[in-house]
């Protein structure tokens, strides 16, 4: 038999014997024992450093989060209150007949065109000078005294209160316009409001800066005169107003005025490869 008719069997016979040596170190790594060796002290200690070199860290990022959370869930909740808020439709019920009358003086005697003309075309206007008159009622200052007042109340979210005595006419309207401006202020402000309630700034803290925005908001973009607010509790006496002015007042007291992001909340820069 030649040599060549030898090399297959040979063959045959070498792979034979490495496919067996392979299975068997197969068997011997898969029954060996895989566990993780035990640690040294040294090195457990190692571990329990780099724990407590970061737990303050983790601790102050827990209550970031727990701080953004809670803005975001307030805030939230705001929005949704708000939303109900928009809904009613409560009417105010007349208590004191209003000495001036029953109408405006001037071409628009109920104040109509005015108030579709800033989109408040659901606002209605009470001439009453009772109790919920809240800037007419017990105002009177003595014999001789002259009274104008009006209100704008959440309780009634579409209604305006206006109240003068005969003589005054002339500053009826531009009363009328203060209050329409308070319409404003709460159907484009609300939730900065109720923001600074959440933050515990209370209404006296930004009252002052809410009436002389109103009055201003009627000089500067409806064209009352500034003097009509002159002596008043709510005057105008602002050279720079502008559009914006009394919501830097709110941001001024620390008042949010956008809705939470986590990226305020942050505890430190976001790094990323």
Known sequence: MSPARLWIPVLSGVLTVVLGVAAILGLEWMMADRRAPAVTTAQANVVVSAFEATAEFAAEVRRARGAFLEARSGWEA?????????????????????????????????????????????????????????????????????????????????WLFVAWEPGIERLAWPLFVHEAMHWYQYRTYFPYLRAADRAGISESEYDAALERDASCRAVYLHGIDRSAYAGSSSPCDLDDWYDGWFVDQLIALGVRTSAPTSEEFEVSAVVRP
């Not at 000495?99 to 800033?118: E, H």
């Open 78 to 158: 705001d929005a949704a209150w708000i939303a109900r808020w928009l809904e009613e439709d409560a009417a105010p019920e007349p208590q004191v007949p209003n000495p001036g009358g029953q109408a405006l003086p001037g071409d628009d005697p109920y104040g109509r065109a005015f108030l579709d003309s800033i989109g408040a075309t659901d606002v209605q206007v009470i001439f009453d000078a009772g109790a919920e008159n809240c800037g007419y009622a017990g105002q009177e200052d003595g014999p001789g005294t002259l009274v104008v007042g009006g209100c704008y109340q959440t309780a009634y979210p579409d």
